[in-house]
């Protein structure tokens, strides 16, 4: 008799917008320091080698626009929304982003190095070798997501998954995987502890990947 469990769906709050937003152009603003930014939207431009701290986003959608090699340590954003973007090698360390959005969206090697995240869906986009390294996370949902190479290491779950999603050789040492569903994750190998497995749900065939993961072996 095989046991299951039932996994609730995560809620995620959606981005709070206005019917009615400004349409700007990020290419002719001051990107710099302390900068804000709020209920305004921006399509179809490119932004690249921008260094700025603590810069602010509200109540903001961005469409097609690349942010390659973009800076933004300590940048606060809020009720946003990322469509086809791309964002890769981004520095988001140390962001505070709550009630965000990205869908289908290039987030490759973007650092989101102890981040808090709270409300926030990545849905169908490509972030292999992201970092988030002793990030904080709370009601995050990966759907359809390739997080290949990507790195967990310590970083804080609750209400988190990973649906859909390919995680292989991803890092997840020092981060408790309790209640955490990964059985519908692809992935051949990771980076993991016993401990940290402590509490998470997988599949059957998973489970038997575990065991040639850690040489365990089974005897029939």
């Known amino acids: ?3 299951t469990v039932e996994v ?9 917008l ?3 937003l400004e349409s700007i152009k990020l290419q002719d603003a001051d990107i710099s320091d302390h900068a804000e930014f709020r209920q305004a939207q921006c399509s179809d431009e490119e932004l690249s080698y921008i260094t700025a701290s603590k ?14 090699d973009v800076s933004l340590q300590h940048a606060e954003l809020t009720d946003v929304i990322f469509e086809q973007c791309d964002l890769s090698n981004v520095d988001l360390t140390e962001a505070i982003i ?8 290039k987030i490759m090697g973007m650092d989101m190095t102890a981040a808090t995240m709270r409300n926030i869906a990545f849905v169908e986009c490509a972030g292999d070798y992201a970092t988030f390294r002793f990030a904080d996370m709370k009601q ?11 790195d967990f290491y310590h970083a804080k779950f609750n209400k988190v998954g990973f649906d859909n ?4 050789q991803s890092q997840f040492s020092g981060a408790s995987l309790k209640g955490i569903d990964l059985s519908t ?8 502890t016993l401990e940290d497995l402590q509490g998470c749900i997988i599949s059957p065939s998973q489970a038997i990947l575990f065991t040639k993961i850690f040489g365990l072996v089974v005897k029939d």
């Open 185 to 192: 994750a692809d992935f051949h190998n990771l980076g993991v």
């Open 18 to 20: 206005p019917k009615q």
């Open 140 to 150: 995050v949902s990966y759907q359809e997501t390739s997080l290949e190479k990507s």
């Open 8 to 16: 609730p769906p995560i809620k995620i709050q959606r981005p709070k």
């Open 165 to 168: 999603c390919k995680i292989d």
């Open 1 to 3: 008799m095989t046991n």
């Open 98 to 105: 709550h009630r965000a959005q990205f869908h289908q969206c």
């Open 55 to 68: 810069v602010m986003c509200d109540q903001m959608i961005f469409r097609n626009v690349s942010f390659r």
